[in-house]
């Protein structure tokens, strides 16, 4: 097998992401660090190695927000590329024990819940909107 040079493009890796909505609104973090730094997205990561797909789910939302959660299946796939790197994202329906004691950690400047008239006040990283409408997510959202 060939080496890898530096303009090979990134292999990629897979992520996970958690949704989860109470009282109508949506957590989101502020992503303090790595791609999108500053703009707000769904709460997750990279897939663990030996980590089940809820597993990660519930770790990624543990580190960055606190809160223990129940994962309930898949929502949607998205898949995000640049030059550095390439994720393939499953993001989960999740429900959180005590969603008011979020609070921001690991890799998360913030954490909010968000209310569907809300979401226009936050620079989301890209094409998180589209996600959001093509899996039926801001239709739960007041």
Known sequence: MPEPTHNDPPRPEVAVGGV???RQRLLLVQRG????????SLPGGRLD???SLAQGVARELHEETGLAV???GLC???ERRGPSYHYVILNHWVVAEEPDA???GDDADAV????????ERYELV??????????AVLDRLR
């Open 20 to 22: 989860a909505i109470d």
């Open 33 to 40: 660090r790595g791609v999108a730094t500053g703009r707000w």
């Open 49 to 51: 190695p030996g980590e």
């Open 70 to 72: 129940r994962v309930l």
């Open 76 to 78: 949607g796939l998205a």
């Open 102 to 104: 979020a609070a921001a």
């Open 112 to 119: 909010e819940w968000v209310d569907r008239a809300g979401l």
């Open 126 to 135: 890209p094409r998180l909107r589209e996600f959001l409408r093509s899996h």
